[in-house]
C-alpha cells in the first residue's frame, strides 16, 4: 500500500514486581506515545517540597536502549512535576524505579498507590566514541551561546 508506513517491532523490556501488589505499567491508549507508571506508595506533598515516590517495579531495558521518564501533564497541571525531567533509566540498573516530584502549587498534592506519577519512553542509543582533539571545525556561529540566535 503506498504511504503506509509500518511501526516498528515492538522491543520487550522486562519489568519485576517488588512487591505482590505492585502494578506492571501499561498504555492508557492505542494511540499513547508513552506508557504510564504507577507509585507503589502513599506520599503527601506539601507545597513547595520535593518528595521521590517508588513504583514498587525493577525493570531490565535492553543493551542499546534508555528508558525515560517524563512528567504527566494531569499532574504538570496541578503543579507538580518530575524535577529531573526528562529522567533517565540505564539499561545496566536493577534496582526499584523511583519518581523525583515537586510541589510547585501552594496546596497539598496527595500521592496514592496506583497513581499514575510519570509516563515512560523507551529510547534508542548510539554509541559515542569519545575523541579528544586540539581543534574544533570553525563554523559561523563560532562560540556565540546563550541567545546569541535570537530570543
Known amino acids: 500500500m503506498d504511504g503506509v508506513i509500518s511501526p516498528p517491532q515492538p522491543v520487550e523490556v522486562k519489568f519485576k514486581k517488588l512487591h505482590e501488589d505492585s502494578i ?7 494511540g499513547s506515545a508513552c ?3 504507577p507509585s507503589y506508595y502513599k506520599h503527601d506533598m506539601y507545597p513547595g517540597k520535593t518528595i521521590v515516590v517508588g513504583t514498587g517495579l525493577a525493570v531490565e531495558i535492553p543493551r542499546g536502549f534508555m528508558l525515560e521518564l517524563r512528567p504527566r501533564s494531569g499532574l504538570s497541571a496541578n503543579g507538580v512535576i518530575l524535577v529531573n525531567s526528562p529522567a533517565t ?8 524505579v523511583k519518581v523525583i516530584l ?15 506519577i510519570a509516563q515512560a519512553r523507551l529510547i534508542a542509543l ?3 566514541k569519545i575523541v579528544e582533539v586540539e581543534r574544533l571545525t570553525e563554523t559561523e556561529r563560532a562560540e556565540g551561546g546563550l541567545g546569541s540566535t535570537g530570543s
Open 126 to 128: 548510539t554509541e559515542v
Open 89 to 96: 533509566i540505564d539499561s545496566d540498573y536493577r534496582g526499584e
Open 24 to 30: 506492571i505499567p501499561t498504555y492508557a491508549t492505542d
Open 102 to 116: 515537586h510541589n510547585f502549587s501552594n496546596k497539598y498534592h496527595y500521592v496514592y498507590k496506583t497513581d499514575r
Open 35 to 37: 506508557f504510564d507508571i
